[in-house]
């Protein structure tokens, strides 16, 4: 049995997490199709340089599909691998739309489908083998708790997110529900930016906003930290370098960089632990190859902010977990 540790919130207090203690071998010479929503995400390309690890030591070969945002180009990757001789498939950060039924047919296909923020919840999906992300709800928790002890005590909070994805809608609902229930917070609204679209609409947005709203704009919550690696001149520009900046999601090393740097107004991202999720992806993809069921666990989302990073070597927020040994330890076993 392994114990993982992961760093919990501002305090930068540890708590215990009980990972998967038991797993099959590896299965190797695995072929698998990693589809991407968008390689121009973070979140996404963590969690698939942590896979690519993995795979090296199972030896995988493994075709990397970009859809760049689009959800025609998605829906085409994946109709696509379920056409070709293919043992798994990964779906990273983009839900099937609800016309794409194809996928059901990958079990009759005995393709092994696992996917990352590819569902509202972690576990089992229709579909899926398992989807791979965080707790939604605690997501929101911890982001709600930042944006209390950040800035203005009195927040009037912009929240943005991108609608076509169904973990993005999970999170702004319970992001908006917590703010309602906020008695010092003010919900100012709810601005729809596709993730692909970030960089090009984020200084409209900014101007608009501020124009609406001016002073009573206190704080930015966004779904991914995307929209803030855009967001800093255009707030400049318009003169609020008062406003905190706040990511539900999903702790890119770009935003990691800032808040540690501390010249950006991104105060804090409730961020993935998206390296050990990608080995976690490969460890589920290697228990559906052995005909089990799915580890059932569930990692915790990492509360970032420039405290919390003084107290690491470097700015890997995965530092205190040795998963990849408990991994390979799992893997290794005859």
């Known amino acids: 049995m392994f114990i993982l540790k992961l760093i919990f919130g501002i305090s930068a207090a540890f708590a215990a997490v009980m990972g998967p203690t038991r797993g099959p071998a590896a299965q190797t010479n695995k072929k698998i199709a990693f589809i991407l929503s968008d390689a121009k995400n973070g979140g996404v390309m963590g969690a698939k340089a942590g896979f690519m690890e993995a795979t090296r030591l199972l030896s995988w070969k493994v075709e990397v599909r970009d859809g760049m945002g689009d959800m025609e180009a998605l829906n085409l990757h994946l109709e696509e691998a379920l056409n070709t001789n293919v043992d798994g498939i990964v779906l990273c950060g983009f839900q099937p739309d609800k016309k794409q039924l194809k996928i059901l047919q990958a079990k009759k296909k005995q393709i092994v489908v696992v996917g990352w923020h590819a569902g509202t919840k972690p576990g089992p999906v229709p579909g899926l083998f398992t989807n791979i992300s965080t707790d939604p709800s605690e997501v929101g928790r911890l982001t709600i708790q930042a944006l209390r002890n ?5 927040p009037g909070v912009i929240v943005i997110t991108d609608n076509r994805f169904a973990i993005a809608k999970e999170k702004t609902q319970i992001l908006t529900s917590a703010l309602k229930s906020c008695p010092e917070c003010r919900l100012l609204a709810v601005v729809d930016i596709p993730i692909s679209e970030a960089q090009e609409k984020i200084p409209g947005f900014v101007q608009r906003m501020n124009t609406q709203f001016g002073k009573a704009w206190t704080h930015t919550v966004a779904i991914n930290d995307i929209y803030f690696d855009n967001m800093n001149f255009p707030l400049k520009d318009v003169g609020r370098q008062d406003i905190a900046n706040i990511a539900a999601g999903d702790g890119s090393r770009v935003a990691i960089s800032r808040i540690k740097g501390g010249g950006s107004q991104q105060a804090v991202t409730v961020a993935e632990p998206l390296i050990f999720q990608g080995w976690q992806i490969a460890d589920e993809l290697n228990r559906g190859f052995s005909g089990q069921k799915e580890s059932g ?16 070597s470097g700015d890997d927020i995965e530092e205190p977990v040795d998963f990849r040994k408990a991994y390979s330890e799992i893997w290794q076993r005859k």
């Open 297 to 312: 666990f569930v990692s915790k989302p990492v509360v970032v902010n420039k405290e919390f990073l003084a107290t690491l």
């Open 150 to 154: 950040t800035g203005s005590k009195t």
